[in-house]
């Protein structure tokens, strides 16, 4: 079974341009999730889609943070413009269901973000 | 709202020794206990978890014990492997709408 794919692995960008990332979840899987993590920290919760809806997205930056997911299937996150703070990696993941706790999410290799 | 502590690292042993690492929890409701780890340059994998109170969870050796009553989930592994080297991430599933909420994790070095 094929997993989260993500792209690009790895993006550097000066700051104030623009960036945008994209998932591709597991076949099936109904919830979509954007993580940040910051170097050393624990990822962040971004976004969470239940097909092609909001579920959650408020620690979302949305004065420079973006996503869509307009078929209820692949994603895709942008950054504009970007800050030097915005260096993370973007996780994505995805679920079967959204209302069980004990479900497991499964997680992508990751979009490395370098902003110079 | 909800929280997860670990402990700080790097945490540093030596091949086949014991090795424990603490995560305790503030949340409300019943909540889903996950263990992933990070291998260097890869992405998160689920490592094992525990659904409700007293669950014990396991896999490729490690194992973690859900306690309500300490709020706590560490993780211990008998004898850890030079391949163990990763960094592990305690994490809660949220009640309700499912998204997990993680610690800041803790590095794993061990030396042959």
């Known amino acids: 079974e094929a997993g989260v794919a993500q792209s690009p692995r790895y993006k550097i960008i000066e700051k104030r341009q623009s960036v945008a990332f994209w998932c591709n979840p597991i076949?099936?899987?109904?919830?979509l999730y954007w993580y940040q993590q910051i170097l050393g920290q624990g990822p962040k919760l971004l976004i969470q889609?239940?097909?092609?809806?909001?579920?959650?997205d408020s620690q979302l930056p949305k004065d420079r943070f973006s996503a869509e997911r307009l078929k209820g299937v692949d994603s895709t996150l942008k950054i504009q413009p970007a800050k030097l703070e915005d260096s993370a990696v973007y996780l994505c993941?995805?679920?079967?269901?959204?209302?069980?706790?004990?479900?497991?999410?499964?997680f992508g290799e990751g979009s490395w973000l370098t902003v110079v | 709202g909800n929280s997860v502590t670990q402990m700080e690292g790097p945490v540093t042993l030596s091949e086949e020794a014991f090795l424990t690492i603490n995560c305790t929890y503030t949340?409300?409701?019943?909540?889903?206990l996950f263990w992933y780890v990070q291998y260097p340059g890869e992405g998160l994998q689920l490592l094992l978890k525990?659904?409700?109170?007293?669950d014990k969870g396991s896999n490729k050796g490690f194992e973690a014990t859900y306690r309500k009553e300490t709020t706590s989930f560490h993780l211990e592994k008998g004898s850890v492997q030079v391949s163990d080297s990763a960094v592990y991430f305690c994490?809660?599933?949220?009640?309700?709408?499912?998204?997990?909420?993680f610690g800041t994790g803790t590095r794993l070095l061990v030396s042959p």
């Open positions: 525990a659904t409700k109170a007293d």
């Open positions: 889609f239940q097909n092609n809806g909001v579920v959650d």
């Open positions: 993941a995805s679920s079967l269901a959204q209302t069980s706790s004990g479900n497991t999410i499964y």
């Open positions: 076949s099936g899987h109904a919830t």
């Open positions: 949340a409300t409701g019943y909540p889903s």
């Open positions: 994490a809660l599933g949220e009640t309700g709408f499912q998204k997990l909420v």
